[in-house]
């Protein structure tokens, strides 16, 4: 979960009783899907600074930049936290047999709305299909949970010999860091949540004790991405 920059706003606290950071998540998809429109949406981070949320370009086709990370990758594509499904879309446009997985409703009935295959759970069940030559983890989605050695543990061991984990970075500027952050829009604010942001650096050293290793960084200005694969 990416985030567009820009400056903070002046913190107040929303006047209706904290949601679940899924419900608010999904009301603002669909709200956004819609005529409603989301003015005022932003995250929060627990030392008050805000961000916008990127709801347009996840609800959007994928970008110039979206098609850089997927050139030249390996199906099947396993896109953790899929959204409302842009790059599953542009990864059918391409041929390459995918699924997506979300724990938002939401997410995943928008995404299959627009052609994708997708189905809500977490990259954590042991139930998932196993074998993938290619996992997504993009708009900073390796920071799910806030714990990205595990996650990229377990996203290893969803791979196939060879295969290859795609993962976005955060601009360098920042570092790497956990954050706890909540969503806000109008009066309504999620409760706090753990999301762990990572720069070329972060994502390495995490990587190494997940059993991956970064063979490359790549990408456009603004938006930066890592390919890894098993370590040998």
């Known amino acids: 979960m990416l985030f567009d920059s820009s400056p903070s706003v002046e913190a107040r606290e929303p006047s209706a009783p904290p949601l679940h950071p899924l419900e608010l998540y999904g009301r603002l998809l669909d709200a956004a899907s819609g005529d409603d429109g989301v003015e005022g949406a932003v995250l929060r981070h627990a030392d008050g600074a805000t961000e916008p949320l990127a ?119 920042c570092g790497s860091r956990t954050d706890r952050i909540r969503l806000e829009w109008g009066e309504h604010a999620s409760d706090w949540f753990s999301w762990a942001r990572l720069d070329a650096e972060g994502l390495a050293a995490a990587a190494t004790t997940a059993g991956l290793r970064v063979v490359e960084v790549f990408g456009a200005p603004g938006r930066r991405f890592a390919r890894l694969v098993h370590h040998s």
């Open 55 to 173: 709801l347009h370009r996840w609800l959007g086709p994928a970008t110039s930049d979206d098609r850089i990370a997927l050139h030249g990758i390996a199906g099947p594509v396993l896109d953790v936290g899929c959204g409302p499904g842009r790059l599953l879309a542009a990864l059918s446009d391409a041929g390459h047999p995918s699924m997506g997985i979300d724990v938002s409703p939401v997410a995943v009935r928008l995404a299959r709305r627009g052609g994708g295959r997708a189905m809500m759970g977490t990259v954590f069940s042991p139930s998932l299909e196993t074998g993938w030559g290619t996992v997504l983890l993009m708009d900073g989605n390796v920071g799910i949970g806030g714990r990205p050695s595990r996650l990229l543990a377990r996203v290893a061991a969803l791979l196939r010999p060879g295969g290859q984990v795609i993962a976005e970075l955060e601009p360098s500027e």
